[in-house]
């Protein structure tokens, strides 16, 4: 069975920086997905990489503080997240995308779950001082 698993959270104060793994079994050359999901509210998609790596998306929140990239040879999707502000918040997935129309990443509000399977365990990331 294929799975995601992130890894790589912690506790952060505000404005400091973390970084993010995301690795599977059978790794594969699949576009890969970054959710979060705060408490009491919806996943959230953040970012998506495609699997050459020549498409890539954030979410207006992350757009210019987060960076997603991949070392296939390492099986080893990888999100940098800067300048963390208490509302990045949450458990952070990682996916595939999956049956999706396009060779590209899912954009604006199309990224969603439904695109995305083979989800595994997350990573806590806390922002606070």
């Known amino acids: 069975q294929l799975e995601f698993a992130a890894s790589g959270g912690g506790l952060v104060q505000p404005g400091g920086s973390l970084r993010l793994s995301c690795t599977a079994s059978n790794f594969g050359t699949y576009t890969v997905g970054w959710f979060r999901q705060a408490p009491g509210r919806e996943h959230e998609g953040v970012s998506c990489?495609?699997?050459?790596?020549?498409?890539?998306y954030y979410a207006d929140s992350v757009k210019g503080r987060f960076t997603i990239s991949r070392d296939n040879a390492k099986a080893t999707v990888y999100l940098q997240m800067n300048n963390l502000k208490p509302e990045d918040t949450g458990a952070y997935f990682c996916?595939?995308?999956?049956?999706?129309?396009?060779?590209?990443?899912?954009?604006?509000?199309?990224?969603?779950?439904?695109?995305?399977?083979?989800w595994g365990q997350g990573a806590q990331v806390t922002v606070s001082s």
């Open positions: 990489i495609s699997s050459d790596t020549d498409d890539t």
């Open positions: 996916a595939r995308r999956w049956n999706y129309p396009s060779s590209k990443c899912p954009i604006g509000t199309d990224f969603e779950r439904r695109w995305f399977d083979s």
